[in-house]
């Protein structure tokens, strides 16, 4: 997957909920509000406000990162996952928003 494209939207926030994909990020600050912050989400959305990047921030450093892309209709076609190892995780998902593979 490529970088979020230029004109998307990068906004900010304290945590998420649940934990089916793309996260739903929660409690959104604003940038001025990061100083005071050792943990943070940073987020990207597109231009139909679809969450195409986040990561998350401690202490400066990226310590987890998920990178999503959509169906033209809108659902989840795949998640590239990188935990605070660095471990790579790509799951796919079906036009339904079903998973269908794990590839390593």
Do not use: W
């Amino acid at each position: 997957m490529n970088e979020p494209a230029e004109n998307c939207e990068c906004r900010y926030f304290i945590s998420y909920s649940g934990i089916k994909l793309p996260l739903k990020l929660v409690t959104p600050i604003t940038e001025a509000e990061l100083q005071n912050r050792n943990t943070f989400f940073k987020a990207f959305f597109d231009e139909q406000d679809r969450l195409m990047l986040c990561q998350k921030l401690v202490y400066g450093e990226v310590e987890l990162e998920h990178r999503y892309s959509y169906y033209g209709n809108g659902v989840l076609k795949a998640a590239e996952i990188t935990d605070a190892d660095g471990e790579l995780t790509v799951l796919a998902f079906d036009e339904a928003g079903e998973p269908i593979e794990e590839v390593d």
